[in-house]
């Protein structure tokens, strides 16, 4: 039975948690063969003031580049971090 635990950013909608939780139970299933019924997914959400990555606040400019948004904005999808971005270590 995998338990899954993704720390995000508060400001994601519920329709996309629920899309990203059942992405997460989609590719687990794949890459394990896990049936997707005893996959576990446990979602803390943290406020954007109290998350960095590499060392950079999600509050700043750069967190636009990163592909995350900040409360407040739209719901257009974000940009996505390109291959240049601060964590290609990340990226496919």
Partial sequence: MPV???HIA???THARKSRFVREIVSVTSDAIGS????INVVVREHDETNMCISGVSLMTTDSARLGLR???QSGQPSP???RSGALP???P
């Fill in 10 to 12: 508060s400001s994601l």
């Fill in 35 to 38: 049936d997707p019924k005893v």
């Fill in 89 to 91: 270590h990340l990226l």
């Fill in 4 to 6: 899954i635990e993704a």
């Fill in 80 to 82: 996505q971090p390109s």
């Fill in 70 to 72: 900040r409360r407040g």
